[in-house]
């Protein structure tokens, strides 16, 4: 059964740094893009972080640009996250997930995209 397995969720202080990882259960991440969204309490999913099959181009919304880095490790089969800076308004679900419609040089913060999710994991940004 093909499944994500996202972690690496707690609880940091506002300016404080944590990085989430995203590892593929029986494929390789190697043929899909990857993006990163996440859920606020009482507000819709967003996009905050994707990366292209090749991994030329990452996009970012401008709410964690500058903040949030995105990156694949192919020999690991391992994605990952990493959020600095953090701020209480960071707080929310993340979900990693793949689309097996890729295209070298381009990703999607687009949900409606993508094939396979991860269950979540929780990020609380509160002193």
């Known amino acids: 059964q093909l499944q994500l397995v996202d972690s690496g969720g707690g609880l940091v202080q506002p300016g404080g740094s944590l990085t989430l990882s995203c590892a593929p259960s029986a494929f390789t991440l190697v043929r899909a893009d990857i993006g990163w969204f996440r859920q606020a309490p009482g507000k819709e999913r967003e996009g905050v972080a994707c990366i292209s099959v090749d991994g030329s181009t990452t996009n970012y919304p401008d709410s964690v640009k500058g903040r949030f880095t995105i990156s694949r490790d192919n020999a690991r089969n391992t994605a990952y996250l990493l959020m600095n800076r953090l701020k209480p308004e960071d707080t929310g679900v993340y979900y990693c997930?793949?689309?097996?419609?890729?295209?070298?040089?381009?990703?999607?913060?687009?949900?409606?995209?993508?094939?396979?999710w991860g269950q979540g994991t929780q990020v609380t940004v509160s002193s």
């Open positions: 997930a793949v689309e097996w419609r890729t295209s070298p040089g381009f990703c999607s913060l687009g949900q409606g995209r993508y094939d396979l």
